[in-house]
C-alpha cells in the first residue's frame, strides 16, 4: 500500500487496546501494508481490523484479502478508483461503505482528516463461511455504488470501535462475533450469494447445548471462534449466534466471560496462586485486564477478594 500522508491527523491518533486474549493479535500479517501509525490493529480467526486516523493523502493498491472501509466522519470529495482508471468524485457521508475485492487494483485520494474502520476478511475464509450459510462456496463481491451509506455496517463498525478504544473490556469471542456478523452482512448484501436460501433452523437439545458448554468449561484459557462453537453445535455460524442468546439469555461472548470469571473467582478463594497465573488460566490477558473485568462486573478487584477472604478465614493479610 502506497501513502503519501501516513502521519495522523494532529491530536487524532489513536492508542491501541490496553488488554485482550489470546485469540487476538495486535499485528496481523493481513493488514501489515496498513502503517502501525494509522491506529490499532487486530485480527481473529473469522478476519482483521484497523481503526485508522489519518491526515488528508491518497493510497494506491492491490488488496491481498477482502478489504472492506466504513467512514467514521465525512468525506467531501472523496476520489476513488476501483479496477478502473476512471475515478469517481463523491460526497461520503458518515457510514459510508467501501469494498475492495482481493488482489483488485483501487486508488482513493481524500482532502481532509478522516477516521474509518478497515475490515479484512480472507478469501477461503469468507468462502467458507458463504458454504456454511447458503451452501455456496463459489461467490463473488459486489462493491456498492461510491458514497452509499450503509447503517448496519456503520453500527457493527462502532461497536468494534468501542471495543478497541475500551480495551479494557476486549473479550475474545465478542471481537470475533463482531467480525463474524460484518462478514455476514457483506454476503447477504454485497455479494453474488445474496438471496440465497438459508438451511432451516435446527432445534438443539440439551445435551447438544451440554457439548458447546462443556467445550467453553474445558477451554476456558484458550482462543475460542464463534465458527468452532457453532460447528460444535451443528449449526452455522448466523444460526448458532441466534440460537445459543435464544437458550441461554446471552450472547456466547457473554457466557464466555461470566465462565471465566467465576473461574478467576475461584481461584482467587480457593488456591494461593499469583494473580498473574489465574489471569492466565482463566483466559485473560494479564492481571490487569482481570482486574478490570472483574472491578467492572462484580465490582471487586481480585487483591480485594483474596484480602477479604484472609480476613474471613483469620488468616494474616
Known amino acids: 500500500m502506497r501513502d503519501d500522508n501516513s502521519n495522523p491527523a494532529d491530536g487524532a491518533a489513536m492508542s491501541g487496546p490496553a488488554a485482550g486474549t489470546p485469540i487476538i493479535h495486535t499485528h496481523p500479517e493481513i493488514l501489515a501494508a496498513v502503517p502501525d501509525s494509522w491506529g490499532p490493529k487486530l485480527a481473529t480467526p473469522g478476519g482483521a481490523v484497523a ?27 472523496r476520489e476513488t478508483a476501483l479496477a478502473t482508471d476512471r475515478v469517481d468524485i463523491t460526497s461520503a457521508p458518515i457510514g459510508t461503505l467501501e469494498i475492495m475485492p482481493a488482489a483488485v487494483d483501487f486508488k482513493a485520494r481524500w482532502p481532509i ?59 475474545d469471542l465478542y471481537v470475533d462475533s463482531l467480525v463474524t456478523l460484518f462478514s455476514l452482512h457483506l454476503l447477504r448484501s454485497y455479494s453474488s450469494v445474496r438471496g440465497a436460501g438459508t438451511p432451516s433452523h435446527v432445534r438443539r437439545l ?31 455460524p448466523s444460526h448458532f449466534l441466534h440460537a445459543f442468546s435464544a437458550t441461554f439469555g446471552r450472547s456466547p461472548y457473554k457466557y464466555l466471560l461470566d465462565l471465566r470469571v467465576a473461574h478467576a473467582e475461584r481461584l482467587v478463594v480457593e488456591t494461593q496462586l499469583p494473580l498473574t497465573a489465574i489471569a492466565e488460566a482463566s483466559g485473560f490477558s494479564g492481571q490487569s485486564h482481570l482486574t478490570t473485568i472483574m472491578r467492572r462486573y462484580k465490582s471487586v478487584t481480585p487483591g480485594q477478594l483474596r484480602r477479604l477472604k484472609r480476613r474471613i478465614d483469620g488468616s494474616p493479610a
Not at 451440554?210 to 484458550?222: G, K, Q, Y
Open 206 to 236: 440439551p445435551r447438544e447445548w451440554r457439548r458447546v458448554v462443556d467445550f467453553m468449561h474445558d477451554r476456558l484459557a484458550e482462543p475460542i471462534s464463534i465458527a468452532t462453537l457453532a460447528a460444535v453445535a451443528g449449526l452455522s
Open 113 to 171: 482528516a478522516k477516521k474509518n474502520a478497515l475490515f479484512a476478511l480472507q478469501p477461503a475464509t469468507l468462502a467458507g463461511l458463504a458454504a456454511s450459510e447458503f451452501d455456496k462456496a463459489d461467490l463473488e463481491l459486489q462493491p456498492p455504488k461510491p458514497g452509499t451509506i450503509d447503517r448496519q455496517a456503520l453500527k457493527i463498525a462502532s461497536l468494534m470501535r468501542e471495543a478497541l478504544v475500551n480495551g479494557g473490556a476486549l473479550n
Open 51 to 77: 481503526l485508522t486516523s489519518i491526515g488528508p493523502g491518497e493510497i494506491a493498491f492491490s488488496a491481498p484479502a477482502h478489504f472492506a472501509i466504513v467512514l467514521f466522519t465525512p468525506q467531501p470529495s
